[in-house]
């Protein structure tokens, strides 16, 4: 059939099903069919929750594997949006641990004063406002993991208390004069070079060789040759799911992502599906991603 004699067709079958009230229904099933004709083929590969399969990313998984069921603590460093958090889940949950509690801390988003009350605990009446005992993370996560994210943010006079509770065990609530023992595991995570800072000096060197017993380093998405495939399918999956209708992405929006540099790693990849899915009609466009990764789209 002829370029014009489709075009007829087609005109005609519009015609057809718009007299026939059916014409959303044609629309929907083109739509549909447009989006599982560009969703890349193939599984998603992925481990421990963890999607990836690019050499970096398995060396990782290797590590995890290795470290995952022992007590060890770990470090884990990254730069932003690289999956820090979702590895120390994962190192607690496929351990010894895991049915016991994952308790997290953001050392940067707590004021340096509570900050001790946070991890530690506090008595009643230990400062204004604490009405009642409370018992710290190291307390309330005992047998589980305290996961100790942005620590290279964690003040000095604090960076002191935490090695003391790494190397006796036991924690002090802030006014109390009882110590308790603790049994946690410590997962620290942080996108600063620790190792520079302790030799400026804003960072323990002791504290540092206890958290560093083994880390994990993880690679920026742009070195992780193949992933983003993986994680775009991945994340057209999830928001396919929440949005209830089925989104797919055509070659030449992928090459356009495969072709970026991800400075937000996969939190900006994560970003810019679900953006991108809003404007998408039935599968993403490059005009859908939107500049800089498609300079002059409209996105
Ligand atoms: N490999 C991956 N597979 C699936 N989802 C991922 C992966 N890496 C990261 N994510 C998702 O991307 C987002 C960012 O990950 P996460 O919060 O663990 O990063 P981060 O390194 O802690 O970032 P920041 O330094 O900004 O705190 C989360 O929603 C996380 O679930
Ligand atoms: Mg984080």
């Not at 006079?157 to 802030?174: H, I, N, T, Y």
């Not at 599906?273 to 002059?296: E, H, N, Q, Y």
Request: hydrophobic residues 45%.
């Amino acid at each position: 059939m002829s370029a014009a004699d489709l075009r007829a067709r087609l005109a005609a079958l519009v015609e057809e099903a718009r007299q026939a009230g059916r014409l959303a229904e044609l629309v929907g099933a083109w739509r549909e069919l447009a989006a599982l004709a560009a969703v890349p083929a193939g599984p998603v590969a992925a481990r421990f929750g963890i999607v990836g399969d690019s050499p970096r990313m398995r060396a990782v998984f290797e590590l995890i594997a290795k470290v995952a069921p022992t007590d060890v603590s770990v470090l884990i460093l990254g730069e932003t949006g690289t999956g820090k958090e979702l590895v120390a889940k994962a190192l607690h949950q496929h351990g010894r641990r895991k049915s016991k509690p994952f308790l997290a801390e953001n050392c940067a988003a707590v004021p340096p004063n509570l900050l001790e009350s946070e991890l530690f605990g506090h008595t009643k009446g230990s400062f204004t406002g604490a009405f009642a005992d409370r018992p710290g993370h190291f307390v309330a996560a005992n047998g589980g993991t305290v996961f100790l994210d942005e620590i290279g943010d964690m003040p000095l006079a604090m960076q002191s208390k935490l090695l003391r509770v790494l190397q006796e065990g036991e924690v002090r609530p802030v006014g109390s004069n009882k110590v308790l023992k603790v049994d946690v595991r410590i997962v620290a995570a942080t996108n600063k070079d620790l190792a520079a800072m302790t030799k400026q000096g804003t960072f323990r060197e002791d504290l540092y060789f206890r958290l560093n017993v083994i880390t994990i380093q993880l690679p920026p998405l742009r070195e992780r040759t193949g992933d983003v495939r993986h994680l775009v399918r991945y994340f057209l999956e999830r928001v396919s799911g929440e949005m209830g209708r089925p989104i797919g992405i055509t070659d030449e929006a992928l090459a356009a992502l495969e072709a970026w540099s991800w400075p937000g790693n996969v939190r900006e990849l994560e970003n810019v599906i679900r953006r991108a899915s809003v404007f998408a009609d039935g599968a993403i466009v490059p005009a859908d991603l939107g500049a800089p990764i498609v300079p002059g789209s409209e996105a």
